[in-house]
Antibody, heavy 117, light 112 residues
């Protein structure tokens, strides 16, 4: 059974850093397209970042240069390192698996990140 | 980059059918999309992949009541025999080599 479990969210001050984790089971992270998608309170879904099976990484313009997506194959876990956080980064962050680009066929339950002083 | 346009809301009666629309921007009418369902307070759930030809592949466990179709730049999600648990937000999504991920604004479906 495919499962994705996010962790690492919380309350952080503007300018701070946070690392989100997404522990996967039932499949191999490194063999799939793994993404982070976020949802601000009361808003729609926003794609944040993706890492391809080959290791290429891509980011939304809103987070480029501040966020880094990476994976630990030995732990079968996906990460999102978030630096220089802003109030507008406040959202529930979901990790999602894709068997091809843009087809996110399994989602985690999400972790809430709140950026506030 | 592609843009996806969805109506903000839709409603239909219990037991009836509803057809939700996702429209691709000019120049992107042949793009493949995905439909996702998000019930209140829950994570999104993948429903299906839908091609411009109208061919679709559903995710694991998605009921037969859910189907997809296409016409030009429009991608449709049809839900038959509406149930109370179908009341949710529905998002379409696409991507390309430059964008990697684009979501529509979502349609809030109310089951009357």
């Amino acid at each position: 059974e495919v499962q994705l479990v996010e962790s690492g969210g919380g309350l952080i001050q503007p300018g701070g850093s946070l690392r989100l984790s997404c522990a996967a089971s039932g499949f191999t992270v490194s063999s799939n397209y793994m993404s982070w998608v976020r949802q601000a309170p009361g808003k729609g879904l926003e794609w944040v970042s993706v890492i391809y099976s080959g290791g290429s990484t891509y980011y939304a313009d809103s987070v480029k240069g501040r966020f880094t997506i990476f994976r630990d194959n030995s732990k079968n876990t996906l990460y999102l390192q978030m630096n220089s956080l802003r109030a507008e980064d406040t959202a529930v962050y979901y990790c999602a698996r894709g068997t091809e680009p843009g087809i996110r066929d399994y989602w985690g339950q999400g972790t809430l990140v709140t950026v506030s002083s | 980059q592609p843009v996806l346009t969805q109506s903000s809301s839709a409603s239909a009666s219990l037991g009836s059918s509803v057809k939700l629309t996702c429209t691709l921007s000019s120049g992107h009418s042949n793009y493949i999309i995905a439909w996702h369902q998000q019930q209140p307070g829950k994570a999104p759930r993948y429903l299906m992949k839908l091609e411009g030809s109208g061919s679709y592949n559903k995710g694991s466990g998605v009921p037969d009541r859910f189907s997809g179709s296409s016409s030009g730049a429009d991608r449709y999600l049809t839900i038959s025999n509406l149930q109370s648990e179908d009341e949710a937000d529905y998002y379409c999504e696409t991507w390309d080599s430059n964008t990697h991920g684009v979501f529509g604004g979502g349609t809030k479906l109310t089951v009357l």
